[in-house]
């Protein structure tokens, strides 16, 4: 196997300021404080991208610790969006499935995979939530949502069969092809106060419910634009599948 060349950070004094202001001078998975040794992380574990996007500032004890897998690339990756995030008027909170209502649950260690359970419709329905920091009302206007079919092979077992904040409301969209995007304008748009928190929900659907069930596997990229030129997006989600992979794994049986 074949390692990636390391190419030097440009500007690395420059880059590494910008990442520990990203993170507020504090490691953001063990909130270390001792920033004079921290270290730069390479997300996608490619030492030649050096974008600041896939670059992440944090103690040498948490790096090592995602080095040796006790701290999984999907936390990394959804760590870097909340610090992203953070440094927008309008903050992404909390992603669920709304089981109640669709065929779907989440897998038990990744928050954002979830499977089909066909007890229900097959049709995703998840719920978002946001806050909106800033000093002025804003507008949810439109839905940006990009599909990649992830390849078909083995996968684990499958499963048979305070104040409350709730919908504001329920927008569709449909699932793209495969490597596309649409984007929906919202006829009802969300008008959000100032300082106020709102939740809605989105429902995916197809031609074909068929089209959800395993083993069809998916990769979804959201993004929310608000006043219609102000895009946010979230961690990557998963449909039944708990990682993200180009290829399928080979599996030898003894």
Known sequence: MNKKNRIPIPQHNKTKAFLQQEVNSECPFCENKDVGHFEIHHID???SNNDVTNLILLCPICHSKITKG???????????QELKNKKSDIQFISLSIDSE??????????????QAIKLKSLFPIFNFTFINNSNKTILLT????????????????????PNILRPLIKYQTKLPADKKTVNTQLADEIEVPQGRAFKFQVEVFSEAMEAFSPPNKYALNFKFGFNNDNYIDIPMIL????????KLKFIGLS
């Open 101 to 114: 209502n669709c065929g779907w649950i989440a897998y038990e260690n990744n928050p954002f995979a979830f």
């Open 70 to 80: 006790d701290i999984k690339n999907e936390s990394v990756i959804k760590v870097k």
């Open 45 to 47: 574990e490619n030492p």
């Open 142 to 161: 439109n839905i940006s949502l990009s599909n990649k079919h992830l390849p078909i092979g083995l996968s684990g077992p499958y499963i048979p069969l």
């Open 239 to 246: 449909l039944n599948s708990e990682e993200y992979y180009e």
